[in-house]
């Protein structure tokens, strides 16, 4: 299976697909989540232990972890890049779940908006930011599509992926997660 054949089962299974990675040697001590959650490792490694079993998955492997399931989480000495999904089986994705989540994975949180109409210019962060609407709406168009996102709408924009936005008529509130993309040695 490769990572768009993923996608699509995420996307069929009712999960949420998002691109994220995680710094080196981070350490996740053992935790459950309120959500199932399926991982496809892009590049790097991840050790997930359930039940004092520890089983590392590196590039072109998956794992799956189910709400409520202990486990700890011990990421490789060069980081790991991964496509995940989560579902929650309460429903949609809630604002404080989608806060927590951000903080738990080392975001940085900022409650923000922009104004009616406003519209950015292709343009890439450099960091990795996820964004949750709260109320209104926002395009973001990357990769030659548009892709509107309304309350409770959820996206990640990769910190190297060219992107441009535009606002709704209402404006828009969201949560924005960001954090620094791990850089390579040269």
């Known amino acids: 299976m490769d990572q768009h054949e993923f996608a699509a089962e995420l996307r069929r299974d009712g999960f949420h697909p998002v691109y994220a990675s995680l710094r080196p040697n981070m350490r996740e001590a053992n935790h459950c989540h309120d959500f199932d959650a399926r991982v496809f490792v892009l590049g790097g490694e991840i050790t997930i232990t359930r039940d004092n079993n520890p089983e590392t998955f590196r590039a072109g492997q998956c794992c799956e972890v189910l709400a409520g399931s202990m486990h700890s989480e011990q990421v490789g000495p060069e980081g790991v890049a991964y496509l995940s999904g989560r579902r929650r089986n309460g429903g949609a994705l809630t604002r404080e779940a989608f806060e927590s989540d951000l903080r738990r994975e080392g975001f940085e949180v900022v409650h923000g908006g922009q104004t009616p109409n406003s519209t950015e210019d ?65």
Request: hydrophobic share 30%; charged share 25%.
């Open 122 to 186: 292709p343009h890439a962060h450099g960091f990795d930011v996820r964004i949750m609407v709260l109320g209104g709406e926002i395009t973001v168009i990357r990769d030659g599509k548009s892709e509107t996102f309304r309350a409770g709408g959820h996206c990640e924009i990769p910190g190297d992926c060219q992107h441009a936005t535009k606002v709704g008529p209402e404006g828009v509130a969201y949560i924005v997660g960001k954090i620094e993309r791990p850089t390579t040695a040269s």
